[in-house]
């Protein structure tokens, strides 16, 4: 007896790993459903095939959803999330020369943020001063939590994310690569491609980032707004074999095996120990074999992870206010809002709480709070911005 046939893109990375462990653990099998992964390249690929409906359901990043939601820079789909893939789980990693150059500027604590955006300032204004290049940051997709991230960390310091230097585009498992290439001077990016530079004695991990932000929605399980509608049992046995699955990856008794099957070449395909680095939060900083160790690396499932904060929405939409990608309009606040699901959760797992969160569910490195009925007050806040339109 087959079950429900579903096609669903992810990309190589490690929040990827509650959607490979559920079909391959068998816990999507357990819920009727046979599902297919497709590994992709590229976000724009992800997206689109989703748009069209070539994929079910897609490994997402959460601001694409928003995006696709609102009709920014894309044709106009209403996405929905009613399962979060990832907390954190992102760093900012760099070329061993620019960490060199700003470990020789900073005054402060380097793992500080506002201690290593003043020093990458200082960094930026000596090249310039010299009339050498402007350094190159990659992410992974205009509309991500890399380029939002990247851009929070360095305007804290007073550099202007699209004056003083520059961010190009890449797909994840190029980023290690553009740096050994001597295309990119820094990237941002999920696991495991930061470990895989420094690996490789090429890089150093600057920042995780939950040193900018204490928790911070990475990726989410996507789905059409009507497909959601109109498969609800489905979307219901989604959510259950993901928080499985989720469960599954955050017990230490299992996250060898976990490591395992997600290293495979049809999965992430890279070495098993490197992924468990990821799981467990223990990473290798730089290339003289330095560790550091945070225990909100990466969540999968444990502070109530998996259930989407419409909060976190509200957020990624003032990033995309803030950087000009998008006009401050309720209206738009309430359907970013929408497009992650907590109902959906609720009815399919009975969980109706996460537990960890900072007071404002976001936390940013800086103090500032943050309050989805304060928009226009936050993002006056900020000297540099784009959005002068509506401030």
């Known amino acids: 007896m087959t079950g429900t046939p579903l096609r669903i893109g992810f990309i190589p990375l490690v929040d990827a790993s509650a959607l490979i462990v559920a079909v391959d653990k068998g816990f999507t099998a357990d819920e009727g459903l046979d599902v297919t992964l497709v590994r992709e390249v590229s976000w724009s690929n992800v997206r689109d095939k989703l748009n069209i409906g070539l994929f079910d359901a897609a490994h997402l990043l959460a601001p694409v959803a928003i995006a696709s939601s609102l009709g920014l820079a894309q044709v106009k789909v209403p996405i929905v999330a009613p399962f979060n893939l990832g907390i954190n789980g992102n760093a900012i990693t760099v ?31 000596a090249r310039r001063r010299r009339g050498e290049d402007q350094l190159t940051f990659g992410m992974t997709f205009p509309f991500s939590t890399h380029n939002y991230q990247l851009r929070f960390w360095m305007a804290s310091g007073g550099v202007d994310p699209d004056e003083d230097v520059r961010l190009v585009v890449l797909p994840p498992p190029y980023m290690a690569e553009s740096i050994y290439n001597g295309h990119v001077d820094a990237f941002c990016v999920g696991a495991p491609w930061n470990s895989i530079a420094v690996d490789l004695g090429i890089a150093h991990i600057l920042h995780f980032v939950a040193d900018i932000l204490t928790r911070a929605a990475e990726k989410v399980l996507a789905v059409r707004e ?21 469960d599954f990856i955050e017990s230490p008794d299992h996250r060898e095996e976990a490591s395992v099957i997600l290293s495979k070449p049809e999965r992430i395909g890279v070495d098993p120990e490197v992924i468990l680095r990821t799981l467990t939060g223990r990473l290798k900083v730089s290339p003289d074999g330095a560790y550091r160790e945070s225990s909100r690396y990466l969540l999968v499932g444990r502070e109530g992870a998996g259930r989407p904060d419409p909060v976190q929405a509200a957020w990624l939409y003032a990033q995309m206010v803030r950087w000009g990608q998008a006009p401050l309009k309720q ?9 992650f699901r907590p109902d959906l959760y609720d009815a399919a797992t009975g969980h109706t709480t996460g537990v960890g969160f900072t007071g404002d569910h976001v936390g940013e490195f800086t103090g500032q709070p943050f309050d989805p009925a304060e928009l226009e007050r936050y993002l006056s806040a900020f000297s540099i911005r784009r959005d002068g339109n509506i401030l």
């Open 331 to 339: 209206e738009l606040l309430l359907t970013a809002q929408r497009v």
């Open 95 to 125: 070329t061993n020369a620019l960490h060199a150059a700003i470990m020789g500027e900073l005054d402060g604590d380097p793992s500080d943020p506002l201690a290593t955006a003043n020093a990458l300032a200082r960094v930026v204004a």
């Open 226 to 246: 009507p497909w959601a509608r109109d498969n609800a049992e489905t979307v219901e046995k989604l959510v259950r074999a993901h928080q499985r699955a989720a």
